[in-house]
């Protein structure tokens, strides 16, 4: 089976919530020599797209999008050990990865976080449903060092508290010893000006290019 095929193969085992199809589709795109990055960003991924949009069409509904999840984590759990083994020299600086309060949305985040992983960051993953002042209390300990925030929103509502994270950045005293990039389906690069954020990237391969821009 070619490359694409393969691709299209873990795209599709996502959308037909098939859990175990979708850990074999995994197994198979390593034997095949197929990259996890790709088989992440370009299979995976764009079956969980595709999933957001038949949801919103109301062609299908929460437990089929809970299926669909659950597919993609047990490909992860493959995939992931693949990534870290790929990793291009460590010490780009840490990245502190997080889904804003009131959120748990948390595929596309451990997407993010896992690229940026595998791109040299350090990675400390605060999970989902996360306090702004958590986040601003991990950056303050590590004043000095090179950080970024890579927060996620999949809501408008909870997008609202990335707003809050710059505001609170600032009354600490710490926003210019930090890099700030948010992301999630809503957010805008119209909405990282207005908050005066530093960037947002469309998907998890974007977010790791652009962190290590931001880094440089
Ligand atoms: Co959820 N949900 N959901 N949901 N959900 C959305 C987000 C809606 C847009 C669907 C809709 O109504 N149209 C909607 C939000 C509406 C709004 O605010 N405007 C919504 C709602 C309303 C809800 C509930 C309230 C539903 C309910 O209970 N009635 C509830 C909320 C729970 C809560 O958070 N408190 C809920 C629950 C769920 C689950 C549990 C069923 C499930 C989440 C499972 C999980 O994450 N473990 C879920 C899902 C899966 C979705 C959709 C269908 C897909 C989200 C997704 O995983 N996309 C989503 C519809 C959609 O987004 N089109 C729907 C795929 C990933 C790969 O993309 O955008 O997350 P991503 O991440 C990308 C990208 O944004 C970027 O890179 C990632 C990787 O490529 N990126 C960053 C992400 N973070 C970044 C950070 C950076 O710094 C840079 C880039």
């Known amino acids: 089976m070619g490359k694409q095929e393969i691709l299209d193969k873990l795209r599709d085992t996502i959308v037909k919530q098939d859990i175990n199809g979708c850990v074999a589709a995994a197994k198979e795109a390593l034997a095949a020599g197929v990259p996890a990055f790709d088989a992440i960003n370009d299979g995976l991924a764009v079956g969980m797209n595709i999933v957001g949009e038949k949801f919103e069409k109301a062609e299908i509904y929460l437990p089929q999008i809970m299926m669909s999840a659950k597919a993609m984590n047990g490909a992860m759990e493959v995939l992931t050990p ?4 790929d990793t291009k020299g460590a010490g780009k600086g840490t990245a502190i990865t997080f889904v804003q309060e009131g959120d748990i949305h948390d595929i596309g985040h451990r997407l993010v976080s896992t690229m940026l992983g595998a791109s040299g960051f350090t990675i400390i993953d605060l999970g989902v449903d996360v306090p702004n002042e958590k986040v601003i209390e991990e950056a303050a300990k590590l004043k000095g ?6 927060g996620s929103a999949l809501m408008t509502t909870s997008m609202l ?3 809050d994270v710059v505001t609170l950045l600032k009354e600490a005293g710490i926003r210019d010893n930090v890099k700030c990039m948010f992301g999630g389906a809503p957010v805008t690069k119209g909405w ?25």
């Open 82 to 85: 693949e990534l870290q083994k």
């Open 192 to 216: 990282i000006e207005e908050i005066g954020a530093d960037a947002t990237a469309e998907n998890a391969a974007e977010a790791a290019r652009v962190a290590l821009d931001l880094m440089k």
């Open 145 to 150: 060092e090179k950080v970024i925030l890579v």
């Open 161 to 163: 508290g990335q707003r």
